[in-house]
């Protein structure tokens, strides 16, 4: 079936300017994370949903990071007024997860590229 | 909060070599334990977790990883690496109990020299 898909692949923007990036989990999976991966490093845990609702946004280094997730499917992850410190690939991964104490495994998207110049 | 160190940023072997790979945590209580592997090109990937019982985990494509708490590590090895096990591997660890946080490790770039 297919996997975690996320689009663009590939953004470059202005700083200043605002993004969205979207993902798209794989169908039935009830938990939705967002990662941020900067170079040289592993991948920081932004925010967690569980369908719809945002349990989970500690990771979110600033309130220009805002992501939603409304019928609980596809999710957008926006930043605004971006800056150059935003530059990283941006992961997210699903999983079946259904109650906060059990655990699936989380498969992971392709990640989108950004770019902030 | 916990945290996860792998100590290897870069490592070069030739075919056939023998890899450990380091990967230490810090928390106090329970935790879930995986490693991670990125080929080139491709998506994050599952190699091997950690959730309780035998502390010597086998994963895919001949990997083992062995869990001792009382060193709170948890290495990555393998016997004999192939040129195809070309790729970064990531450590990463959850609280046992909470919810699905994985935190994750700086990762090490494995370079193996056919």
């Known amino acids: 079936g297919a996997g975690v898909s996320q689009s663009p692949r590939y953004k470059v923007a202005k700083r200043g300017q605002d993004v969205a990036l979207r993902c798209d989990p794989i169908?039935?999976?009830?938990?939705l994370f967002w990662y941020q991966q900067a170079l040289g490093q592993g991948p920081e845990f932004l925010t967690y949903?569980?369908?719809?609702?945002?349990?989970?946004k500690s990771g979110l280094p600033s309130d220009r990071f805002f992501a939603e997730r409304p019928e609980g499917s596809v999710s957008t992850l926006k930043i605004q007024r971006t800056q150059q410190e935003d530059s990283a690939v941006y992961l997210c991964a699903s999983s079946l997860a259904l109650a906060s104490l059990s655990y699936n495994e989380q498969f992971f998207g392709p990640g989108t590229r950004l770019t902030v110049l | 909060a916990q945290s996860v160190s792998q100590h290897n940023h870069h490592v070069i072997l030739s075919e056939a070599a023998s890899l450990e790979l380091g990967c230490n945590y810090s928390y106090g209580g329970t935790v879930n334990l995986f490693w991670y592997v990125q080929y080139p090109g491709q998506h994050l990937q599952l190699l091997l977790k950690y959730f309780s019982g035998d502390p010597l985990v086998k994963g895919i494509k001949g990997f083992e990883a062995e869990f001792i708490k009382s060193k709170f590590s948890f290495n990555l090895r393998k016997p004999s690496v192939q040129w195809s096990d070309t790729a970064e591997y990531f450590c990463?660890?959850?609280?046992?109990?909470?919810?699905?946080?994985?935190?994750f490790g700086t990762g090490t770039k494995l370079q193996v020299i056919p």
């Open positions: 949903f569980q369908n719809e609702a945002q349990l989970d």
């Open positions: 990463a660890v959850r609280v046992s109990g909470g919810y699905q946080k994985v935190t």
């Open positions: 169908s039935g999976h009830v938990s």
